[in-house]
């Protein structure tokens, strides 16, 4: 069964440095999320990706953070400048068109220190 | 904007016995509802969703969850529990109109689900 894959399951970073969290999603889809968890919290909402656009995006999408398509297979989350309270995991998703599922990966822990 | 409220954080159940998880929303449009498990160093997987029509909506691993638009509650129940659903469950909402499911999903804290020999 087609599944939504991230990597690295962990990442460790100092605060200041750039950290870039990747994901495959399913191949058919055409929507693309990323939410994060902070331990002990929901799981947030932070941005779409539709037709090689961000489509919607929370306010913790800051200009700290971007995406990006590079090549037709991989989603990235860049985070620019980490700070402590980046720490989190970080779930990639996505959904075929006129679907109203989100798939899920496995997440990536980013750790801040 | 909409919310979701998990009023319990943990519950503890014996295996074989029913259980029902809360989930209430608040929105001021209409909206889809889900139930999501995370099972420990899983992602999220999809339960059951309700989009429209029938209230009582069955899912995977024999779960089912009934839409209450007057309480405005999607609870999540199972008649009989196993040592395998012991995961965290998360209900979230989306709102109904608009583009085909575009919309970010807007979650609960979450339920952690402890099925107890």
């Known amino acids: 069964e087609p599944e939504v894959t991230q990597t690295p399951s962990h990442q460790v970073t100092q605060m200041g440095q750039e950290v870039i969290l990747r994901c495959v999603p399913i191949s058919n889809h055409l929507y693309f999320y990323w939410y994060r968890q902070i331990l002990g919290q929901k799981v947030e909402f932070l941005v779409s990706f539709y037709n090689n656009e961000i489509s919607e995006k929370s306010e913790i999408f800051d200009d700290q953070f971007s995406v990006e398509r590079p090549d037709g297979s991989n989603f990235t989350l860049k985070i620019r400048s980490t700070k402590l309270e980046d720490s989190a995991m970080y779930f990639c998703a996505s959904k075929a068109d006129r679907s109203y599922e989100q798939y899920f990966g496995p997440g990536t822990r980013l750790t801040v220190t | 904007a909409q919310s979701v409220t998990q009023l319990d954080s943990q519950v503890p159940v014996f295996e074989e016995a029913p259980v029902e998880l809360r989930c209430n929303y608040s929105s001021s449009v209409s909206v889809y509802l889900f139930w999501y498990v995370q099972y420990p160093n899983q992602g999220l997987q999809l339960l059951l969703k309700?989009?429209?029509?029938?209230?009582l909506v069955k899912g995977i691993n024999g779960f089912e969850a009934e839409f209450n638009k007057s309480q405005t509650s999607f609870h999540l129940r199972k008649p009989s529990v196993h040592i395998s659903d012991t995961a965290e469950y998360f209900c979230a909402v989306s709102v109904g109109r608009g583009d085909t499911g575009r919309r970010a999903l807007t979650f609960g804290s979450g339920t952690r689900l402890q099925v107890q020999p």
């Open positions: 309700y989009l429209s029509g029938s209230t």
